[in-house]
């Protein structure tokens, strides 16, 4: 599994990926899952994978090839960021085609799902989600963030950052919360963690790496924790002063 | 989908069941799906179901027919929580083995998973889960819940009380906010919410209904929403107090 994440905020764009890849539980390994490519000064992409890794190393390998071949359609050619979505969707289309007969032999599945993001000249800066069927999707206007993988257990987190109108680093750490989360309820999602911060029309975005002992993760758990708990308490009093409860089971003769 | 949770505190247990069904997204009704049966004063169970409708109930059906008619096994006369566990896989194999043939004509599954809990005569109260397969597994020491149904979206919440030690009635209310964060992230768990608290030995489960306008709800919701913006603003000032995001960016030039 894998956990990809890409917010999309007035200020700029968000990702954050997990490195760990498996084939099957005894052959767990680290990858990057999170690329920046620039093929020009005024162009920016990043794409995060998840699916198949043989698929998406071919898929960046492919990306590479074309941007030193001069090709045709290339991420320095396209003139805009749904543009370089539709390549990207061909690219993965075509490697998973290749090797679909050779994999569904054994029953594996060779398809890959990718987050791109970035800009595109004077265009405004977007995250997108390409389909193993090469078709995309933006982020909408409502909750403007994607997730690839498992996007369940730290959805949440997301929604509240979004909903806070939260600053570009505060939404950083709670993409990073996010990723804690999902990383302790799934073991096929860990770290290190990649991430980069694009600020608006700054053609400069900014990658990091986070290994699991990073002091500020760890500041992070502790302040989750300690709202949790006080969070736990605000529940407690409610539970403990509200008469709800206890109406609704005093008819029935519980014992307190 | 549906999603039914179930904990083992140290003074009893609690159940949380949501009521919505669907056979597509144009046929959602409201079904319960947790059931209290009571065959003698002195052993008490609660069943929830996830999965296939038609079959839960054709296997509540049988269970109620297998006690009314005195039958050679029912709830009424297993010695052990785990032999009623046994008893509701076998009968739970058997309906979904009866419709297999035609279901699987239109591509459809009748199988279903239940959680068991209650109290059978002396010993101490417990939850299993019964899978489709007719065998079970009992909730662990290490984190006493069990969930069917969607169970990703509301984990954590579950894994707080646990580890914070609370009393019955605050993990009531906790497992009301799992309910809550999972019927607002999957359109297909929905309220009213069916619960039902069983402190040990008492043998005097309690049920009760709660509605998506109840005012404890409300309550709950709120102290939340204060206790997640309390969260956010605390790591607000971590990020902004922390040089590390700082200290990762500066080497790249980021213009602050």
Redesign the interface.
Known sequence: MTYCLALRLHEGLVFLADTRTNAGVDNVSSYRKLHLIQPTPERVFVIESAGSLATTQEVLDRIKRDLGADSNESLATVNHLFEAALYLGRLSREVAAQHREALSEVGADGTATFILGGQVGVEPPDILLVYPEGNYIRASDERPFLQIGES??G??MLE??IQ?R??I??A???AL?SMM?TT??NLSVGPPYDGC?Y?ND?F?P???RMESD???LE??RD??E???????G???R???D?P??DI??IG????R
Chains 1, 2 share one sequence.
């Not at 300690?226 to 736990?232: I, L, T």
């Not at 029935?252 to 014992?255: E, N, Y």
């Open positions: 369940k257990y959805k949440f509240m950052a806070a939260v600053d680093d505060t950083t750490s709670i919360g989360s302790r309820a911060v600020l700054s400069g900014i990658e990091f990073s002091p500020l500041k992070l302040a989750w300690r709202q949790m708990h006080a969070a736990v605000e529940i407690k409610i539970s403990q509200d709800t409860i609704l089971v029935q003769g519980r014992r």
